[in-house]
């Protein structure tokens, strides 16, 4: 017997533009029936009835904003985990023009009426501080007054956005005095600056944050104001310089080494660098073998690899030898939530010598992790395709029993990790490796780089080829405002040819038709813009935020079977005997029995990884605009 949660879990690659952009709520992927909820009982029992509601059901209730009776069910949409941005934004503005209440003030109550597990809660708390914090600085500055008093509240991530909103509404004297006022104020302060969206506002704290790190003597607020360093990008070889004597103290080693990792050591003389790989050389000989796959530990030995290449060659030589009688050289990969990526694009290997390779998933969907042999990406995945869900080798999902492969984790799910130990091949040259989900591959992919010496090419690292041929390079985290007061002139003199061509290249064919030719898995973009009634910088906002606005007919779903498999997809079809999904356009449907089901969750993100553009220039940007508007006008595609 399976249930169906509303957790946020899964997403994978598409534009998700729906046909009806201003529609209140999304139609559900199966035969639904619309609840029926009494809004004129008690506010315990309204709030009963809904709390009953997983999230598609709770978009059905009617909602207006002609009568205060409808404000617990946007309450409620506000404060659920798993709701996408759109309906936040919808119930927010709702309750504020409700209640006759500002926006800010809204955002701020809903705190306390977020439920759910501890991960769940967090997440949903920095969605509505993203909320908040994104409003312009004056209205930010209006609500001052609002502001201050949350600095003031008994929780304490809650003070840290009133602290963090301040800054950000110019009140940055007010904010610092507030929290003068006792340590629970200077803690609160000091974890608001990651909050912060403005990286040169997270600067201008610098200063003070350097101040109370040599001032207090208190070891809780030491490494509040060290791990705020780590978020601060201005004087980052200052910040190194300051931050590496402080791994020698076990109550500070932790943040200062998540600190470093983040820091720049581009400049950091061979002194430093020495002794610091001297204290970290030091800590893992003294750390028990138990506590040596702990990730404070992985990230100490990631932090140790990282400086061999800084100091003199016996130096590292003989780092590396004493690390190496006690511990298995250790690579971690993250994954990077919502944008279908490793956080690391290669790395370098000694060859024939062993290797741990750490995969962290802080991404909200399961990946994996497959090294093939060099050239042979491709080739890998089409027959990890093949291989499907079930007939992986070794039972791993879509990894393919052949030489081709190298090692494989399981499909890790989120916030979960998998090690590999193994052996670097003896031949050096390029091995890739990649995510063989279905269409993760275009973007989660990686090279490890074997070599004979592994410290002289740390010391002169160079970048491997692009497994996939791509020859792209990081532009810029483009966000709408980019865009706004340009669209009409940015499309003048664009061609629709190539847009085409960044279409295809961007993968979005593999998931959208357009003018006949596509996949499947994602919604027709052919008369995208007309659907919009023109509105380019509508369409855009979706692509740059594609969780934004979520059609429900693309949603990804997860299903966890009772032997502990689990099978995702979009729902193709659904009833008493079995479930069909689909998880690319590539793969054939895969059918689940319904007796075979514990769970079916649905994802609350877009199918379309963030970030997709961040690679493309505006004026390529432009290019595919002007491509999506000619294709519905058929003008000469």
């Keep these: 017997m399976r249930f169906v949660c509303a957790l946020v879990v899964f997403a994978a690659c598409s534009f998700n533009i729906s046909a009806d952009e201003h529609a209140h709520a999304p139609t559900p992927a199966t035969n639904v029936e619309a609840p029926v909820v009494y809004l004129d009982k008690s506010p315990r029992v309204v709030a009963y009835q809904l709390r009953r509601l997983d999230n598609a059901r709770l978009l059905m209730v009617p909602r207006k904003t002609d009568d205060a009776k409808y404000a617990p069910v946007y309450s409620a949409i506000l404060a659920r985990s798993g709701m996408s941005p759109q309906y936040r934004e919808e119930a927010a503005e709702a309750l504020s023009e409700l209640g006759s209440a500002s926006i800010t003030s809204v955002l701020l109550d809903a705190f306390s009426s977020v439920e759910g597990d501890d991960r769940s809660v967090r997440r949903t708390q920095r969605e509505l501080a993203s909320r908040l914090l994104s409003q312009p600085a004056a209205k930010l500055a209006e609500n001052a007054d609002v502001l201050m008093e949350a600095t003031k509240s008994d929780d304490s991530f809650v003070r840290s956005v009133g602290f963090a909103a301040l800054v950000s509404a110019g009140q940055e004297s007010n904010a610092m005095d507030r929290a003068k006022a006792d340590d629970e104020a200077t803690l609160s302060w000091l974890k608001s600056i990651e909050l912060i969206p403005s990286q040169p506002t997270r600067s201008t ?310 003018s006949g030719e596509g996949g499947v898995i994602g919604p027709e973009l052919t008369d995208v813009m007309t659907r919009w009634k023109g509105d380019g910088l509508g369409v855009l906002r979706e692509i740059l935020d594609p969780s934004h606005k979520i059609d429900t007919k693309y949603l990804m779903q997860r299903i966890l079977t009772v032997d502990g498999r689990t099978v995702t997809g979009v729902l193709v079809s659904e009833d008493d005997i079995n479930v069909t999904l689909l998880s690319s356009s590539e793969a054939k449907p895969t059918v689940v029995a319904q007796d075979d089901i514990e769970a079916m969750v649905p994802s609350s993100v877009s199918m379309m990884p963030k970030a997709l553009m961040d690679q493309y220039t505006k004026d390529e940007i432009f290019e595919l605009m002007k491509y999506l508007e000619s294709a519905g006008s058929n003008s000469g595609i």
């Design 205 to 514: 704290l610098r200063d003070a944050v350097v101040y109370t790190l040599a001032d207090s003597s208190s070891a809780e607020t030491k490494n509040a104001a060290i791990s705020a360093l780590g978020f601060i990008d201005s004087d980052s070889a200052d910040t190194y310089q300051l931050v590496a004597p402080l791994v020698a103290n076990p109550s500070l080693r932790r943040s200062a080494v998540k600190t470093l990792l983040k820091a720049n050591a581009k400049s950091l003389g061979s002194d430093v660098s020495a002794s610091l790989l001297g204290e970290l050389v030091s800590y893992a000989e003294t750390t028990p073998a138990a506590d040596r796959t702990s990730p404070e530990f992985t990230d100490a030995m990631q932090l140790a690899d990282g400086l061999m290449g800084k100091v003199p060659d016996e130096v590292a030589n003989q780092s590396r030898k004493r690390l190496s009688a006690i511990t298995v050289r250790m690579i971690r990969i993250k994954t990077v939530e919502e944008e279908m990526r490793y956080d690391i694009a290669y790395f370098a290997a000694r060859a024939g010598r062993p290797i741990q390779i750490v995969l962290e998933n802080d991404d909200l969907m399961p990946h994996n992790l497959v090294f093939t042999m060099p050239d042979k990406l491709k080739d890998v995945v089409q027959l990890g395709l093949d291989a499907g869900p079930n007939n992986g080798a070794n039972g791993l999902p879509y990894v393919p029993q052949s030489d081709l492969v190298l090692e494989a984790t399981e499909m890790v799910a989120a916030h979960a990790e998998s090690r590999l130990t193994f052996t670097a091949p003896s031949e050096p040259g390029e091995y890739p490796y990649v995510c063989t989900f279905p269409q993760h591959w275009y973007r989660m992919y990686g090279v490890m780089v074997v070599v004979e010496d592994l410290d002289a090419w740390l010391k002169n690292p160079t970048v491997p080829a692009n497994p996939i041929g791509s020859n792209r390079t990081f532009v810029q985290s483009w966000t709408v405002d980019d865009f706004k007061g340009e669209m009409e002139n940015g499309l003048v003199g664009r061609t629709a040819e190539i847009g085409k061509r960044i279409f295809v290249e961007a993968s979005c064919a593999g998931c959208h038709k357009m």
